[in-house]
């Protein structure tokens, strides 16, 4: 079993909403990789960050990842910062993987910035945090990725009818990056 998509993308890309929206249009079910974390820990994200540190979330998420990829047959979303894994990244290559870009403006204007439920978010300056992040991350989703589409300005249905057009080029009969089916 393999995935019929993954997405990924920094805090605020739509991950979620559009993930569960491109399940729906491709008739499959949908799965989360924080959801996964959370459940792994028995506590939510932030609370893992806060008592355990962001090296063990980051050892839950790898494990969470590895395990979706492995037996989730529909789209799966992983978390934010799943990318810096250079073993998720290895993975990701056997399976098509969406990108979704957010801007500065925008990301900070959906995410909010001041959320706790953001830890990596959370502190003195948080536009800052977010920019850095951004920046730091962009070489890996970008390596990680077969398709790259931007959100800004768009309404989650439309990305998904993007998204899954994009699918069909790079994906006609479900072959994978090495081209088999």
Known sequence: ???RAVVVGPPGSGKTTVGR???DHLGVEFRDTDDDVVRLAGKPIPEIFTVDGETAFRELEEQAVATA???HPGVLSLGGGAVISERTRKLLADHPVVFLTVGLAEGARR?????????LLAGVNPRATFKALLDAR?????????????????????????VAGK??????GGATRDGEA
Do not use: F, H, K
């Open 1 to 3: 079993m393999s995935p």
């Open 21 to 23: 929206l491109l399940a």
């Open 69 to 71: 990829l492995a037996e």
């Open 111 to 119: 995410t909010g910035l001041a959320q706790t439920s953001r830890p």
């Open 138 to 162: 962009l070489p890996l989703y970008r390596e990680a990725a077969d398709v790259e589409q931007p959100t800004d300005g768009l309404e989650p249905w439309r990305l998904v009818e993007l």
């Open 167 to 172: 699918l069909d080029e790079i994906r006609p």
